[in-house]
């Protein structure tokens, strides 16, 4: 029979995104099940979890490392995780196309000659590119002279960001401003 308290110390490890210590899960697990857990129990059920995730059918295993237990990929599949990470950062946004994402973000609809009023510079690469991830689409077009082509953003975008809807977007006032002080103020 499976001690119950494998599968709750597997959903704390899983979600943590750095090491679970013994005593964080002990003191948890004691207040969530509301029962008293020890260390004991805890160490038991890590153990059966370890023989659990032995087999060659799962490609991750629990480690302890850094002071607590954590999941990792078993090194028998290291050349093909360093493979994904290398395509994946290739992915990544640049400078200039995450401060465009932001503008066409904050700003739609808004056309390409808006954007480079806003940005000062050019902003064909980064909008081909945005258009290519599918973060941003075109939307139509203005009501004005020559009828420029109006972008938004994306179901994508949402995902990608992880937000809901776009009031979900941080706001001026969630950002605290510094003073802006040149050099530092002596006191004589």
């Known amino acids: ?33 509301q029962v008293e857990v020890t260390v004991s129990d805890v160490l038991e ?7 659990l995730f032995v087999s060659e059918a799962f490609a991750f295993q629990i480690y ?9 990929t078993k090194p028998d599949y290291q050349e093909t995780l360093a493979l994904f990470l290398k395509q994946k950062s290739k992915r990544k946004l640049s400078a200039s196309a995450l401060e465009t994402l932001a503008i ?3 700003k739609q609809p808004v056309t390409r000659t808006q954007l480079e009023q806003i940005r000062g510079v050019s ?7 945005l258009l290519e991830k599918e973060l941003v689409e075109i939307k139509g077009k ?7 082509v109006l972008y938004c953003t994306t179901q994508k975008f949402m995902e990608y960001f992880g ?4 009031r979900d977007l941080p ?18």
Request: hydrophobic share 45%; aromatic share 6%.
């Open 1 to 33: 029979m499976l001690n119950p308290l494998v599968s709750h110390i597997q959903a704390l490890v899983f979600c943590a995104q750095a090491p679970v210590a013994i005593e964080e899960m002990q003191k948890c697990l004691s207040e969530a099940l």
């Open 45 to 51: 059920a890590i153990e059966e979890i370890h023989q």
């Open 64 to 72: 302890a490392i850094g002071g607590g237990y954590q999941f990792l």
């Open 104 to 106: 066409v973000a904050y």
């Open 123 to 129: 902003c064909d690469y980064a909008l081909h590119k």
């Open 142 to 148: 203005a009501d004005t002279i020559g009828r420029p």
């Open 163 to 166: 937000i809901n809807h776009l």
């Open 171 to 188: 706001q001026l006032k969630d950002f605290a401003l510094e003073e802006n002080t040149i050099g530092e103020i002596s006191e004589n």
